[in-house]
């Protein structure tokens, strides 16, 4: 099924970094995380899937957000993808595309300070 | 002072990326600083610093780690500087290290899929 998560993004660990020091396994698993977030365009693509009504979007509404083509933004959602922070589901013309909420929360833990409650 | 934020860092936004899109500018501010995460060295680096006694760490206190030169480590700091994740503070001999809780605790923020706390 199109909603199996990738090994790198079930894999993903890890305690609070002001915690205790990451092995180098979690720091590779990490940083292809964060190597995915590292770009403009799929920060703004996840934004826009995640505050999306319903929790997801399809192609048809990113596309405007951007002055990009449509391999472009095909480009980056497919780096989405694969780094496991969204999925996507094909329902007849178009593939839906999702967060993995738990892969964010676990990117989230990791970045926390203190333990507590993070709001913006 | 050493201690000052780059200006990158002192313009961390933003809302949990769930509740609301990123605009261009956000993005590419955020973009800047998961880019200094996207590499299992400056991760490492990253977590030595934030979990090391007393919260600060000198170049001595982390060379052991690695298996890289002096001047590749340096390198490496000097990503995480540059972005604003960590501060440097020279007394004596060494440069001490410690990270910005608040930049971390922004970005934790910003990958929030709860609002509430998120712990590993």
């Not at 090994?7 to 720091?27: G, I, K, S, Y």
């Amino acid at each position: 099924m199109s909603k199996q998560l990738p090994l790198v993004a079930m894999d993903v660990c890890c305690a609070p970094l002001a915690r205790e020091p990451l092995t180098q396994d979690q720091a590779v698993e990490l940083s292809a995380l964060f190597k995915a977030l590292a770009d403009p365009v799929r920060l703004r693509l996840l934004s826009l899937i995640a505050s999306h009504a319903g929790g997801e979007a399809c192609v048809c509404d990113l596309t405007d957000a951007f002055d990009l083509t449509g391999p472009t933004i095909s480009h980056h959602l497919k780096v989405l993808r694969e780094s496991g922070l969204i999925t996507g589901d094909r329902r007849g013309t178009w593939i839906y595309y999702r967060v993995h909420p738990e892969v964010l929360a676990r990117l989230s833990a990791v970045l926390t300070t203190t333990g507590e409650a993070v709001t913006a």
